[in-house]
């Protein structure tokens, strides 16, 4: 389905299933979202590392998933502020190597 859609593709995909189910949540709940999607991928890296074992059939698949979690939940926040994270990733893309160029060699 998004085997090379773009993040802009994939903000309109999010949209269009949002809007189809209710609508978009106020903006604090949406950001509890998020932070309850990175508490759960916090829980996957510690069982993947070692530090909290649990019972799990693939670590790196259910740690795939929180990430995709956290992205969908940002999505639906930047959706809703009308930001186009295509253009802000590249931005911050940018900063990053321009202020990073030799902070790490």
């Not at 259910?62 to 979690?69: C, I, N, P, Q």
């Amino acid at each position: 389905m998004f085997e090379k859609s773009s993040l802009q593709d994939i903000q309109h995909t999010v949209h269009d299933w949002i809007t189809k189910h209710g609508g978009y949540w106020p903006p604090l709940a949406m950001l509890a979202a998020v932070i309850e999607e990175v508490g759960e991928l916090a829980k996957e890296i510690n069982h993947l590392e070692g530090y909290k074992p649990k019972k799990s059939v693939n670590k790196k698949a259910k740690m795939g998933e929180e990430l995709a979690d956290i992205l969908y939940a940002i999505i639906c926040i930047a959706n809703y502020y009308k930001i186009d994270l295509n253009v802000e990733l590249k931005s911050t893309i940018k900063k990053y190597s321009d202020r990073d160029l030799n902070r790490f060699i």
